[in-house]
């Protein structure tokens, strides 16, 4: 009986580490959600961000080695009010009567403006994956944070089921900022329908030609594991991926790429991008929305 009990006690554990270290190291697929593709080609309607832009201008910090930090810190009461009546207004927005560059603007700021209303609500935190509701998921990714035209929405259904399937462009994960230093960054103004193409453009350079999404150690291809979990979206190839970031990099990192054709290593640092954070660690394994 005892023997039998071990035994019952150890498949428990094995079968836990195993759909957790499964549930890490997978990264979620692009899996339309249709409801959600409906909109207006014609309308000429637009949302109001200010409330949110104005808070990425007074809290993103544009630091000298490139990397945008958000000022949690020091967050005043009436901001993060602001943050939330901004969340409150995104939630009565019947976004299906709008046209695709204004979907496309609305869900990016919706899920960075979650994001850090999901991390000042937990502050202080080393990192966002020590946020987390279940015992089988690390980070808030799979957590309802919104409800949008009646549908309880999570930061993976905006990212994985609307963001991704929708528009199949692979600038959306330069966009969508997942509160770590190894993310592209958060940007410091709100996207809207008349700068989307130019931020999106100007955050995939960005995060391109910083090491953190790519550089060449010793002849060898270092690039972030965005382009691991989500290879289906560059390409689907390593090839792909290194096409991909041929057509941002800047004329350096241009030239120490010629002749790569595989990719030796990649990296993420889950620390928060946060000015005060310390202890920055880079991790191999756990994919955003994990």
């Known amino acids: 009986m005892i023997r039998q009990s071990k035994n019952l006690l150890s498949l ?48 993103v910090l544009v630091k000298k080695d490139n990397v945008n930090r958000f000022n949690y810190a020091e967050v005043t009461a009436a901001d993060q009010l602001q943050l939330r009546s901004y969340l409150a207004a995104m939630a009565t927005t019947p976004i299906s009567e709008f046209n695709r560059n204004e979907q496309l603007a609305f869900w990016i700021n919706l899920y960075n403006s979650l994001t850090v209303d999901t991390i000042l609500q937990h502050y202080p935190v080393s990192t966002i994956r020590e946020i987390s509701s279940s015992l089988f998921s690390s980070g808030p990714w799979r957590d309802d944070l ?11 259904d905006i990212e994985h089921r609307i963001l991704r399937p929708i528009w199949q462009d692979p600038r959306i994960h330069y966009s969508v900022n997942c509160a770590a230093i190894g993310c592209p960054n958060l940007q410091s103004s709100a996207f809207s329908a008349e700068n989307i193409d130019f931020m999106l453009d100007r955050a995939a350079r960005e995060f391109i030609n ?81």
Request: with cysteine.
């Open 146 to 156: 919104i409800k949008i035209e009646g549908e309880n929405l999570t930061l993976d």
């Open 12 to 59: 428990c554990l094995f079968v836990l580490i195993t759909v957790t270290t499964s549930q890490l190291q997978a990264a979620p697929s692009a899996d339309l959600w249709p409801r959600w593709a409906k909109h207006d080609a014609g309308s000429t309607r637009t949302i109001d961000h200010s409330a949110w832009n104005e808070l990425l201008h007074r809290y």
């Open 210 to 290: 910083h090491p953190r999404g790519a550089s060449i150690n010793y002849s060898l291809l270092r690039v972030s594991s965005i382009y691991s979990w989500f290879q289906d979206d560059f390409g689907g190839n390593a090839a792909g991926v290194i096409a991909h970031l041929r057509q941002y990099a800047d004329a350096k990192l241009k030239t120490s790429m010629e002749g790569q054709y595989k990719i030796s290593q990649h990296h993420f640092d889950w620390t928060i991008n946060d000015p005060n954070a310390k202890d920055h660690g880079a991790g191999r394994v756990g994919s955003r929305g994990s």
